[in-house]
């Protein structure tokens, strides 16, 4: 299938499905960004494992983390759960470091970088109308 690289505005879609490859939801109920269920992930750093909350507002660079992280800094990205690797093989453009991913419903997922301060992450959707579809459902709803 093709992939469809989309250019969203900062903080317009709300991941609330991210997942591991092997299918666990990485979405963090008692961590909340804007009263929104956050993205957490294990990260390790210097030999040492912490978790890593991100905001789950696409585009917003908002993270918790429980290790020190210093600008420079790339971490190892794995599931909470089962503990498999997000990393894949795509390479940020900026730091040439492997990127990881978090796999959305229908196939779509979120790439990031793991570089403390590296602002590329990218939003690959491979059936688009119904991630968009799926994505934006939140917003049509009427506003109280
Ligand atoms: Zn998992
Ligand atoms: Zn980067």
């Known amino acids: ?11 317009r879609i709300c991941i609330h499905d991210g997942r591991c490859p092997n ?5 963090n109920r008692r961590k909340l960004f804007s009263g929104k269920a956050a993205i957490t992930a ?14 789950p507002l696409y585009g ?10 210093k ?3 790339v971490v190892d990205a794995y599931c909470p759960h089962c503990n498999v690797s997000l990393s894949v093989e ?11 991913a978090i796999q959305l419903p229908n196939g779509g ?22 991630q968009i579809a799926q994505l934006y459902s939140e917003e049509r709803r009427p506003k109280m």
């Open 1 to 11: 299938m093709e992939e469809v690289k989309v250019k969203i505005p900062p903080g």
């Open 23 to 27: 299918g666990c939801s990485l979405m």
């Open 42 to 55: 294990a990260v390790r750093l210097r030999g040492k494992m912490g978790l890593i909350h991100f905001n």
């Open 60 to 69: 917003v660079f908002e993270y918790q983390c429980d290790l020190p992280l």
């Open 71 to 73: 600008k420079g800094d």
């Open 90 to 100: 795509t390479q940020c453009g900026m730091c040439q470091v492997p990127m990881f």
């Open 109 to 130: 997922e979120v790439r990031a970088c793991p570089t403390v301060g590296c602002r590329n992450h990218e939003l690959t959707i491979v059936d688009l109308d119904a």
